[in-house]
């Protein structure tokens, strides 16, 4: 990856990898590229919209509230992926079109509640805690379950899948492990009949390992707008 490039060679490159990507696991289904611009400036939205990208992931409320200001003249598409406090929540349900990062059923719920009516219907995906660690938020594996039964009764949000940030390691066959936790969760969820249709899994370093896994989602950052400060 050629640090120095601009955003639109990047995304290119990504997109070249990630149709690479799906051959070699022989996959016929899509994915979908969320751009994470969390730090990024408006301008690089804007470099990056030129180039065909219309998804991005931000972390921080009132940081992408501002940008989502400085840009509506453009036609975007937002998803939170941040950690998601209960006093924000009806400003991430009033602003975003996906929330990834739902591990809590009072989370869920405030968010239904501040899904305003007008709009459709919030996407949600549960975070899933795959690597076991107890520091980390996410739900471990065998509560998954549950909290997707309870999310599926309501009202605003559409449960769309799973979503994990495994713990960083080098060694690829953790990574690969780590990922198909996650799938097998949600083939476990699908057999219980909850219908998910997507695996957000895979960032920056590790998103080509994500869709050999099954990824439907990834969500890049710096291999699009350069190292974050
Ligand atoms: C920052 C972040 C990303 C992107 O990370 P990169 O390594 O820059 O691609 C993806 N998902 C979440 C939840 C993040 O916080």
Same mark, same amino acid.
């Given at each position: 990856?050629?640090? =120095?490039?601009?955003? /639109?060679?990047?995304?290119?490159?990504?997109?070249?990898?990630? &149709?690479?990507?799906? @051959?070699? *696991? !022989? #996959?016929?289904?899509?994915?979908?590229?969320?751009?994470?611009?969390?730090?990024?400036?408006?301008?690089?939205?804007?470099?990056?919209?030129?180039?065909?990208?219309?998804?991005?992931?931000?972390?921080?409320?009132?940081?992408?509230?501002?940008?989502?200001?400085?840009?509506?003249?453009?036609?975007?598409?937002?998803?939170?992926?941040?950690?998601?406090?209960? =006093?924000?929540?009806? /400003?991430?349900?009033?602003?975003?079109?996906?929330?990834?990062? &739902?591990?809590?059923? @009072?989370? *869920? !719920? #405030?968010?239904?509640?501040?899904?305003?009516?007008?709009?459709?219907?919030?996407?949600?995906?549960?975070?899933?805690?795959?690597?076991?660690?107890?520091?980390?938020?996410?739900?471990?594996?065998?509560?998954?379950?549950?909290?997707?039964?309870?999310?599926?009764?309501?009202?605003?949000?559409?449960?769309?899948?799973?979503?994990?940030?495994?713990?960083?390691?080098?060694?690829?066959?953790?990574?690969?492990?780590?990922?198909?936790?996650?799938?097998?969760?949600?083939?476990?969820?699908?057999?219980?009949?909850?219908?998910?249709?997507?695996?957000?899994?895979?960032?920056?370093?590790?998103?080509?390992?994500?869709?050999?896994?099954?990824?439907?989602?990834?969500?890049?950052?710096?291999?699009?707008?350069?190292?974050?400060?």
């Amino acid at each position: 990856m050629n640090i =120095n490039a601009p955003i /639109a060679q990047r995304l290119q490159e990504i997109s070249l990898n990630i &149709v690479r990507a799906l @051959k070699t *696991a !022989q #996959r016929d289904d899509q994915i979908l590229l969320v751009a994470v611009s969390k730090t990024q400036t408006p301008k690089a939205i804007r470099e990056a919209f030129s180039a065909g990208q219309t998804v991005f992931g931000e972390n921080y409320l009132q940081e992408a509230l501002s940008k989502q200001q400085e840009l509506t003249d453009l036609k975007l598409d937002w998803h939170f992926i941040g950690p998601i406090q209960s =006093n924000k929540t009806s /400003a991430i349900a009033e602003n975003f079109s996906w929330v990834h990062g &739902v591990d809590r059923f @009072k989370i *869920a !719920q #405030r968010l239904s509640t501040g899904r305003p009516d007008h709009l459709p219907t919030l996407n949600i995906c549960i975070q899933i805690n795959v690597s076991d660690e107890a520091s980390k938020s996410g739900v471990r594996l065998q509560d998954a379950l549950a909290l997707a039964i309870e999310i599926k009764q309501l009202p605003h949000l559409k449960l769309r899948g799973l979503m994990t940030i495994p713990a960083p390691v080098t060694d690829k066959m953790i990574q690969h492990t780590q990922f198909k936790a996650l799938k097998d969760c949600y083939v476990n969820l699908n057999n219980h009949g909850l219908m998910l249709d997507t695996l957000s899994m895979g960032m920056s370093d590790d998103y080509l390992i994500a869709i050999a896994e099954g990824a439907t989602i990834v969500r890049v950052g710096s291999a699009i707008f350069g190292a974050r400060n």
